[in-house]
């Protein structure tokens, strides 16, 4: 019972009381009551009896509005409660939906990175196929010159020979110039081919064979104006061993820079038995 239900309750007890005692004193003087007081009395008790109800009633209002009240504290804290759940689910839903998305994310970047890994490692390759190819192609044009010495080197080593029985004059002489010439000159255009391959060959191993193969031409060179000097000047067939070594040497070199081409940029297996067998009896 409230504050209010407990000072009611007090006011009717006290007026019970004091009526009540009062009318109780009368009996015990002797005090006769007339109709009156009796009426008075029993006014006073259904006046009491109606104060009561009525403070029963409003206790009872309270008391229905404090519950109402009460429930609505309840029903407003249970649904804070299922609020913040509701909350605390969604966050965690939230939290795992951006888990997911971000584990999503990094397998689609990881995805993305390995494909443009895989794209630059063709492009690369690409790339590089197509500088080995242009390397490779600088090779045959030069052992093509030197195939076509063939013949020109030939026709000066008779030249040579024939030296002893042409007339000591300066036309001959300048005859003998003019037959070299050919010769000479095929040299030169054999040092010019190389220089698409002095600029483009980047490979370490065919650099170098290519270089060692370059200066044997220009010994070549040398020593093929050597020997023309010498023959003009001693009006004498020269010694030409050293020029024929020399001539060997350089067309010996086809082997070799063939397999260091097919193993440092074409990258392919060497050639077969059967082909060196080939090689060695041509």
């Known amino acids: 019972m409230n504050k209010l239900g407990y000072w009611v309750a007090g006011i009717a007890a006290g007026t019970m009381v004091v009526v009540v005692g009062h009318y109780l004193y009368a009996f015990a003087t002797g005090t006769r009551f007339t109709v009156d007081q009796w009426s008075a009395a029993g006014g006073w008790v259904g006046g009491l009896g109606a104060f009561a109800a009525v403070a029963v009633a409003l206790w009872q209002i309270k008391r229905a509005r404090d519950d109402a009240e009460e429930s609505k504290t309840e029903a407003d804290e249970r649904l804070t409660r299922e609020l913040e759940a509701a909350d605390q689910r969604l966050v965690k839903e939230l939290e795992r939906v951006h888990a997911v998305s971000a584990e999503q994310m990094a397998a689609a970047e990881a995805r993305h990175t390995a494909q443009l890994m895989k794209s630059d490692e063709l492009l ?159």
């Open 124 to 282: 690369a390759n690409e790339l590089d196929a197509q500088r080995r190819a242009e390397q490779i192609r600088c090779i045959p044009p030069i052992w093509q010159q030197i195939a076509d010495l063939a013949f020109p080197f030939q026709d000066f080593q008779y030249l040579l020979t024939d030296l002893p029985s042409m007339p000591r004059t300066n036309e001959a002489a300048e005859e003998f110039m003019a037959k070299a010439e050919p010769w000479m000159r095929s040299l030169m255009d054999l040092e010019m081919g190389f220089s698409t391959a002095h600029f483009i060959v980047s490979e370490p191993h065919t650099q170098a064979a290519l270089k060692t193969l370059y200066l044997d031409t220009r010994k070549l060179h040398e020593l093929s104006a050597t020997a023309a000097a010498t023959a003009v000047q001693r009006h004498a067939v020269p010694d030409m061993t050293e020029l024929k070594e020399c001539y060997k040497t350089i067309i010996n070199q086809r082997k070799t820079m063939t397999e260091i081409v097919r193993e440092h940029l074409a990258q392919v297996p060497p050639l077969r038995q059967a082909e060196d067998t080939e090689d060695i009896a041509s």
